[in-house]
C-alpha cells in the first residue's frame, strides 16, 4: 500500500467517525422537534438550525465531508469507501452508550455490518489499483438510476420496511450517488460539472434523511444510510471507475463483505422484529409531506 493510499484510508477513518457522529447528534435534535414538512421549507429550516446541538452536529458532519473529499483524492474510491463502512459501528456505539438499549435484530444487523468491514479490510492487503475518472456517460446513468431508486425506497417500498428506514435508504442511495459524483468530479475537466450533482443529491439526502430522523430510531434511518452510502460506491468504483477486483481469495473476500452489507441492512430496516420504537408510517406527521 503506497503512503498516498494510507493516507487517504486515514483521512476516510476520520471522515467515517465525524460523519457517524454528526448523525447521532442530528437524530437526537430532530427527533425532538415539532414536525419537519417538506411543503414548508424555510420553516423546517429555521426549526433546525435553532437547535444549537443540531447546528453542531451539521457543522461536524460538513467537516467530516471534507475529510471524505481529501481521502478521494488520495485513495481510489472502493478503498475508501471501505474504511468509511467503519462508521457503522461508530454509530451503534454512540447509540448503545446513549442509553438507548439495542433490539436483537439491530444487535445481529450491526454485528453483520461489522464482519463485512472485517473481510473488506482483508480484501484490501496488497491492493495497489487506483482506477481512472469514469466515462461521462456511465457516471450519469448511475446518478440518474440511484435518483429513481431513492423515489421508490421513500415512496411505496418506505411501507414494506420498520418506520424511518426507508428515508434512510433513500438517503443513501443520493449520498452514495453524491459520492460518485465527487469521485468523478475531482479529476476535473468537463467532469467537474458532476459537482453541480455532487450538491444536487446530496441536498436531496440531506433532505430525506432529517425527515426520516423524525419517524425511525438512529440505526434504521442513518445506519441504513450508512451503509448504502459505503458499499453502493464500492461496486460503483469497480464498475465506473476500473478499480479492479483482486483475484483469487482476496476478491472472494470483497466478494462476502459486499453480500455481508446487504444482509446487515435488510436486517436494520426489516419490519419484522418488535422494538423498532419510533412512529408507524400512517402515525409519523411527515409521511404525507414526503410523498
Not at 25 to 30: V, Y
Not at 44 to 62: D, E, K, P, Q
Not at 181 to 207: D, E, P
Not at 247 to 273: D, E, I, N, P, Q
Amino acid at each position: 500500500m503506497t503512503p498516498s493510499v494510507g493516507g487517504g484510508l486515514a483521512l476516510a477513518l476520520a471522515s467515517a467517525c465525524a460523519l457517524n457522529w454528526s448523525y447521532y447528534a442530528q437524530h437526537h435534535a430532530a427527533s425532538g422537534l415539532p414536525p419537519l414538512l417538506v411543503r414548508h421549507p424555510l420553516r423546517s429550516l429555521r426549526l433546525l438550525f435553532a437547535n444549537l446541538r443540531w447546528l453542531v452536529g451539521f457543522v461536524t458532519g460538513i467537516g467530516g465531508w471534507l475529510l471524505y473529499v481529501g481521502a478521494l483524492a488520495l485513495a481510489p474510491l472502493s478503498l475508501v469507501q471501505a474504511a468509511s463502512a467503519a462508521g457503522i459501528g461508530v454509530l451503534a456505539l454512540l447509540v448503545s452508550r446513549g442509553g438507548v438499549a439495542l433490539a436483537r435484530a439491530e444487535r445481529f444487523g450491526v454485528a453483520v455490518a461489522i464482519l463485512s468491514l472485517m473481510l473488506l479490510g482483508a480484501s484490501l492487503a496488497h491492493d495497489r489499483t487506483h482506477g481512472d475518472n469514469g466515462a461521462w456517460h456511465g457516471v450519469a446513468i448511475w446518478i440518474g438510476a440511484s435518483v429513481a431508486a431513492a423515489a421508490v425506497a421513500a415512496g411505496p417500498l418506505s411501507r414494506r420496511l420498520v418506520p424511518g428506514a426507508g428515508l434512510g435508504l433513500a438517503a443513501g442511495l443520493l449520498y452514495g450517488a453524491g459520492d460518485v459524483a465527487t469521485k468523478a468530479g475531482v479529476g476535473g475537466g468537463s467532469h467537474s460539472l458532476f459537482l453541480l450533482a455532487m450538491l444536487a443529491c446530496h441536498g436531496l439526502a440531506f433532505v430525506a434523511l432529517q425527515l426520516g430522523f423524525q419517524r425511525g430510531r438512529a440505526l434504521a434511518t442513518a445506519g441504513t444510510a450508512t451503509l448504502f452510502t459505503n458499499a453502493l460506491p464500492i461496486v460503483a468504483g469497480m464498475v465506473l471507475f476500473h478499480e479492479a477486483l483482486p483475484g483469487g481469495a482476496l476478491g472472494a473476500l470483497r466478494v462476502a463483505s459486499f453480500v455481508l452489507a446487504v444482509v446487515g441492512a435488510a436486517v436494520l430496516t426489516a419490519r419484522s422484529h418488535p422494538g423498532d420504537g419510533g412512529a408507524s408510517d400512517g402515525d409519523a406527521p411527515l409521511a404525507y409531506a414526503a410523498r
